[in-house]
């Protein structure tokens, strides 16, 4: 009897097979996990991106309002918030010009989640000209030409000329 004992006393525990799928599982759930978590940090900078440009269209419009600016020519587009220069902005060698310019004072002008500067470029909306907010995206890459179903971009109206 005392034999059986310790039999079943050495016996407590993970054989080293039991151990290592264990540790499979356990891999696997974190691997889910860490793949589910940067799928929704990407979504949630999408999200952010939108809402901001959103946001600085109203803002934009605002302060062009302000200032009396009711035509494209007295703009001198592309226009850059802060940030890093995205790729394939035209600014034909010259300094872009600042989109902070525009806006009310004291108004907040942000970079765009990914680090580059929202910018203000000429697109087209029902085959005329309009002004887009747009935000270059995690790839830093601007669209060729904005158009109303243009991911991250913004329409941004003119005020009405008086």
């Not at 703009?75 to 310019?101: K, M």
Request: net charge negative; charged share 20%; with cysteine.
């Amino acid at each position: 009897m005392h034999s059986e004992q310790t039999k079943s006393s050495c016996r407590s525990g993970l054989t080293r097979s039991e151990t290592l799928w264990v540790v499979v599982l356990i891999s696997g759930i974190v691997l889910l996990i860490v793949s589910t978590l940067r799928s929704e940090v990407e979504r949630g900078h999408q999200r952010m991106a939108e809402d901001m440009l959103s946001h600085l269209a109203s803002q934009l419009y605002l302060g062009m309002e302000a200032q009396d600016l009711h035509d494209y020519g007295a703009l001198d587009l592309p226009r850059i918030g802060p940030g890093n220069i995205p790729e394939r902005l035209q600014i034909g060698g010259r300094a872009p010009q600042a989109l902070q310019d525009l806006m009310p004072a004291n108004s907040y002008l942000p970079d765009d989640p990914w680090g580059y500067g929202y910018v203000l470029v000429e697109g087209l909306a029902d085959d005329r000209k309009a002004l887009f907010l747009v935000s270059a995206g995690p790839e830093g890459e601007l669209p060729v030409t904005p158009t109303l179903g243009s991911e991250l971009s913004q329409r941004v109206h003119l005020p009405p000329a008086e």
